[in-house]
């Protein structure tokens, strides 16, 4: 695709239930990550993926946070039984490899309310 | 434990001053530092470095390296109202990037 597509945008839902949130990365790309971002805060690092292995997922914040790629592109973010600290903007990104040289592409973020 | 550390979190400016914007890092098997703008929801990217001593420029701004102090700075001279953003400084290795705190700066007309 043209850019890296996140979905849905915005996402409300109960204390306890599950969500997933999905990326759709830029055609191509090997690497992918996801981020956390709480309002006026930095981004916080999630888990990132170098096709379908996910070697690094020391950010994940709890074993309710989980996350899976398939086909080496599209990856979901699942949170089960949500808590409100959960609420913050799920930003995912895309680069070409991994390696350390490569620029990450990002898409617009989902932003998460948990009530 | 990498990190990545940015100050000042904010600085508030007016229009035509010049900002100074820091970035210190310690990350194991350092490959690149890099800076992104995030004015919505969606950083885009400004910088990459990977070599110290060399300035990358880009119209008003401009970053340079220093890996033997571990830092970075960009730099936004004849700040503009659009200049107003997040910025948020990454590095990384082989894997993984982290990022700082960001910076917000806003500028008054």
């Known amino acids: 695709g043209a850019g890296v597509s996140q979905s849905p945008s915005n996402k409300v839902t109960e204390k306890g239930k599950d969500v997933e949130l999905r990326c759709d990365p830029i055609?191509?790309?090997?690497?992918l990550y996801w981020y956390r971002q709480s309002l006026g805060q930095g981004l916080e690092f999630l888990i990132y993926?170098?096709?379908?292995?996910?070697?690094?997922k020391s950010g994940l914040p709890s074993d309710r946070f989980s996350a899976e790629r398939t086909g080496g592109s599209v990856s979901t973010l699942t949170i089960q039984r949500t808590q409100q600290e959960d609420s913050a903007v799920y930003l995912c990104?895309?680069?070409?490899?991994?390696?350390?040289?490569?620029?990450?592409?990002f898409g617009s973020g989902t932003q998460l309310s948990v009530l | 434990e990498d990190k990545v550390v940015q100050s000042p979190l904010s600085l508030v400016v007016h229009e035509g001053d010049t900002v100074t914007l820091n970035c210190s890092y310690e990350?194991?098997?350092?490959?690149?530092l890099l800076w992104y703008k995030q004015e919505k929801k969606a950083p885009t990217f400004l910088f990459m470095l990977?070599?110290?001593?060399i300035e990358k420029k880009s119209g008003r701004l401009s970053s340079i390296l220093d890996k033997k102090e571990l830092f970075s700075i960009l730099n936004i001279t004849a700040t503009q109202t659009g200049d107003s953003a997040i910025y948020l400084c990454?590095?990384?290795?082989?894997?993984?990037?982290?990022f700082g705190q960001g910076t917000t700066l806003q500028v008054k007309p």
């Open positions: 990350v194991t098997n350092f490959r690149s």
């Open positions: 055609s191509g790309h090997t690497a």
């Open positions: 990454g590095s990384g290795n082989t894997g993984k990037l982290i």
């Open positions: 993926f170098q096709g379908n292995s996910a070697p690094d």
């Open positions: 990977t070599s110290s001593g």
């Open positions: 990104a895309s680069s070409r490899q991994t390696g350390g040289r490569e620029k990450l592409f």
